[in-house]
């Protein structure tokens, strides 16, 4: 039978995948692209790691392969389901039976054996596609970030074949790099240890091992694609990516529009649609009186979902809030990361109560009631793959306020005359980095949201852009068919 005539057995490996386990993007993305893929025709199976949440989560089971040895104790591949996805588990208690964080322990550091931990992910992803499961001979493997980066590895070094692989990176700013030593611990031949191996900057880099030996590298967005090409993008990798341009693709993310419903969406105080605007108010107020804000339907609300981290720019927004309150606006964040920003958010809150509003923590409910209820969403990120929260907030009808950079430059159509007059705008974008840029963002918004027609049009223009996976789903399938 053809290739394109027939549905293709895509095994993905991952380290996270939603809803059973997310820290961040990733996590969305494995848990939805494999439907969009079954859809188009392709069927995908996902390796995980068995930490505890993904082992509850697991309903029936079966044993399909048993490992005497995976660096440092047995393990058990586990076949079965859960939250409709079709996986392969790798229980290995002496890597993953621990709580919390899949990378971090409790006391905020990364897991000491983090190296041993993901490189056995990645091996049992290769014996996989050389045969491990009776009855399963993937056509492909898609590895995503450094964490399933070895997979190509370990199959160019064993010299025995196995399928093509697909690294997808989803932000280069995690590489993956560990002490040499680590080498011989994860099972690769002391020659590997080479600047035409795995060798970065005299550490093992995972990342840099999967940029190099994978068959095809995608990133989350075509902007994202061109700026890790460059030096002030690459994070020390773009002399690599530059060597394998004409075998990086960036393909846009997309979201699960089901999980993300503004019309059935269980979480939301108010059910509404491109066509019913005007019923979004009562999130709003919701919102509002959740967080314990001013009451008022006037002030433009804005949000942030996010990681508090550099990354993101959030110290701009703190540095620009004079500027967002002067305009007599409020803000609902909830994020979580690093201490200085945890707290400066928190003292702002504490400063200026009924206008700051701040959840330090991790709540997937809350994150979907402010998509519902702010006016807009605010990333300030100074790099970014391609973000999600700006596509929720597309299809909620908040509109995204954004740096133009990486997947935010490709996804939102900023607010400027030339797309205002043609109807087309969806959003705000300002340069990456500078607060007084941001500052003049919020200025125009403000402005643009007190103008009720312009306004009401870039929240429907937002609401009725395509954020789905049906594109970007079919781009990786016809990635993966040129394959075989
Ligand atoms: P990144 O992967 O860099 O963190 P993305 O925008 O690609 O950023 O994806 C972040 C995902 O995590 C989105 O689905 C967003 O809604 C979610 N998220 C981030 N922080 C929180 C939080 N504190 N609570 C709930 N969801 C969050």
């Given at each position: 039978?053809?290739?394109?005539g ?19 993007g ?27 949440a993904?082992?509850a ?85 898609h590895?995503?970030?450094?964490q399933?980066?070895l997979?190509?590895a370990?199959?160019?070094?064993r ?32 020659r590997?240890?080479?600047?035409d ?16 030996f ?125 201490p ?15 206008r ?15 998509q ?17 929260t700006?596509?929720?907030?597309l ?90």
């Amino acid at each position: 039978m053809r290739a394109s005539g027939r549905r293709l057995k895509i095994l993905a490996a991952t380290s996270e995948i939603f809803p059973l386990i997310k820290t961040g993007g990733l996590a969305d993305v494995a848990g939805a692209l494999p439907g969009a893929l079954a859809e188009l025709g392709a069927d995908v199976r996902t390796l995980v790691p068995g930490y505890p949440a993904v082992m509850a989560a697991l309903g029936r089971r079966r044993a399909v392969a048993r490992i005497g040895e995976l660096i440092g104790g047995p393990a058990t591949l586990w076949q079965g389901k859960a939250a409709a996805l079709d996986l392969l588990v790798l229980d290995a208690p002496h890597l993953f039976d621990r709580p919390g964080n899949p990378y971090l322990g409790t006391n905020g550091r990364d897991w000491p054996d983090n190296a041993e931990r993901f490189a056995a992910l990645a091996r049992v992803a290769a014996d996989i596609g050389q045969g491990l499961v009776p009855g399963y001979h993937p056509d492909v493997i898609h590895a995503h970030d450094w964490q399933a980066a070895l997979v190509p590895a370990i199959l160019h070094y064993r010299e025995r074949g196995g399928p093509p692989v697909v690294l997808t990176i989803h932000n280069l700013a995690f590489q993956g790099c560990f002490r040499p030593e680590t080498l011989s611990r994860i099972g690769l031949p002391e020659r590997a240890f080479h600047v035409d191996g795995v060798e970065f900057y005299g550490e093992v880099g995972f990342l840099k091992a999967g940029i190099l030996f994978s068959h095809r590298i995608t990133t989350v967005s075509p902007t994202y694609a061109a700026e890790i090409c460059t030096p002030d993008g690459g994070m020390g990798l773009d002399g690599l990516l530059r060597a394998r341009a004409d075998d990086l693709v960036g393909i846009l993310n997309g979201i699960d529009v089901t999980v993300w419903d503004p019309s059935n969406d269980p979480v939301i105080a108010a059910a509404f649609d491109a066509e019913r605007i005007g019923a979004r108010s009562p999130n709003k107020a919701d919102l509002q009186t959740a967080l314990g804000l001013g009451p008022d339907p006037q002030t433009p609300l804005f949000g942030v979902i996010s990681r508090l981290t550099s990354q993101k720019g959030l110290d701009l927004l703190l540095a620009a809030l004079p500027r967002l309150l002067a305009q007599n606006g409020q803000l609902a964040l909830l994020g979580t990361g690093e201490p200085a920003l945890e707290a400066g958010f928190e003292e702002a809150a504490a400063r200026h109560p009924g206008r700051i509003a701040c959840r330090i923590g991790y709540d997937e409910a809350l994150s979907h009631r402010i998509q519902a209820g702010v006016d807009s969403l605010l990333v300030p990120s100074r790099f970014e793959p391609c973000g999600l929260t700006q596509l929720c907030a597309l299809r909620y009808g908040a509109v995204p306020v954004v740096a133009r950079v990486g997947g935010l430059a490709d996804t939102v159509i900023d607010a400027n005359p030339v797309a205002l007059g043609k109807g087309v705008a969806t959003g705000v974008q300002f340069p990456p980095g500078s607060r007084p840029m941001m500052e003049n963002a919020l200025v125009r918004t403000a402005t643009l949201f007190r103008d009720r027609v312009a306004w009401s049009n870039l929240q429907r223009n937002g609401m009725t852009s395509d954020v789905s996976w049906r594109k970007s789903g079919k781009d990786y399938l016809d990635l993966f068919r040129s394959l075989l």
